[in-house]
């Protein structure tokens, strides 16, 4: 299948559901799909967005906008998500992820999937979370992403830069534990198998830490939550109510609102859509 050559006519544009790359940003993904669609629609001007960041270690369901959809994104980007997340326990990093480099480690041999279990309860409902310091939120006009990184190169520590993050409203419906290993290996890295590979065109700015030496027990969960729910911020919170420390492992969105990953285009299922020639789609458009 290959797209209308005019834009005009989809006069409510086009959502692409696209299962965001290993180790590429959302905008990398943007960048991509618009050089491919100006080609194609022949427009310059053209706007194509999209409705909800994943980080650039998340995998899974992304919605890209183009044309007139994307005066749909904020109404999209408010839709519930769920997510399957990695996590593992015993050691934390100032990003809550694997970005950073480990900062602190913390006894685990008590976290069985049976503590797991007993705790998550707590963490349904309405509630407050902070948000991440490494984080597209804004701190006083600032990105807190922005002010984390500064802290990070100065060697500061990030207590009172926490401190400034807003504490956000947000529901979590549902959390189930999918899996649980005490090490990161078998059915525990099952998010993990997914993003393993990193495709041609994943940013190289992105630094990722391989842990899976240090054979730390590993929980996967899903999870159905409100916009806004970070759940970098649920692993380290998961982990302190587990008297330990925690950090996210792998993350894949498999839903937001009606759009799930198992109707989801890989990204070169989504260029193939535009009637572009092959070569024209290999420029190095990426960072």
């Known amino acids: 299948m290959v797209l209308e050559r005019s834009i005009d006519a989809y006069p409510e544009g086009i959502i692409l559901p696209i299962d965001k790359p290993y180790r590429w940003t959302s905008a990398d993904v943007i960048r991509k799909v618009k050089y491919a669609a100006i080609k194609h629609f022949g427009k310059k001007n053209l706007k194509v967005g999209h409705a909800g960041t994943l980080d650039p270690l998340a995998t899974g369901v992304l919605l890209v906008c183009i044309g007139a959809a994307t005066r749909q994104a904020e109404t999209l980007q408010k839709h519930d998500k769920e997510y ?80 400034q993050l807003s504490r956000q409203r947000i529901t979590i419906h549902s959390l189930r534990l999918e899996a649980f290993e005490p090490g990161i290996s078998g059915s525990a890295s099952a998010v993990a198998t997914s993003t393993s590979a990193v495709s041609a065109g994943a940013s190289n700015r992105i630094h990722v830490t391989d842990n899976s030496a240090l054979g730390l027990p590993v929980a996967t969960i899903r999870i159905a939550c409100t916009k806004g729910t970070y759940i970098r911020a649920f692993a380290r919170d998961l982990g302190e109510a587990l008297g330990s420390g925690a950090h996210l492992e792998s993350l894949c969105r498999t839903r937001t609102g009606d759009y799930t990953l198992d109707k989801a285009l890989s990204l070169e299922q989504a260029l193939a859509l535009f009637d572009v020639a092959p070569n024209s789609l290999k420029t190095n458009i990426l960072p």
């Open 84 to 163: 399957l997340a990695g996590i593992a326990f015993g050691a934390t990093t100032p990003s809550y992820d694997r970005e950073k480099e480990i900062d602190r480690f913390f006894p685990y041999d008590h976290i069985t999937a049976q503590a797991v279990e007993a705790v998550l309860p707590r963490f349904l409902g309405e509630q407050e979370q902070i948000a991440p310091l490494f984080s597209a939120k804004s701190v006083d006009g600032q990105r807190a992403y922005e002010l984390a990184r500064k802290l990070y190169r100065e060697h500061r520590d990030n207590t009172d830069a926490a401190a």
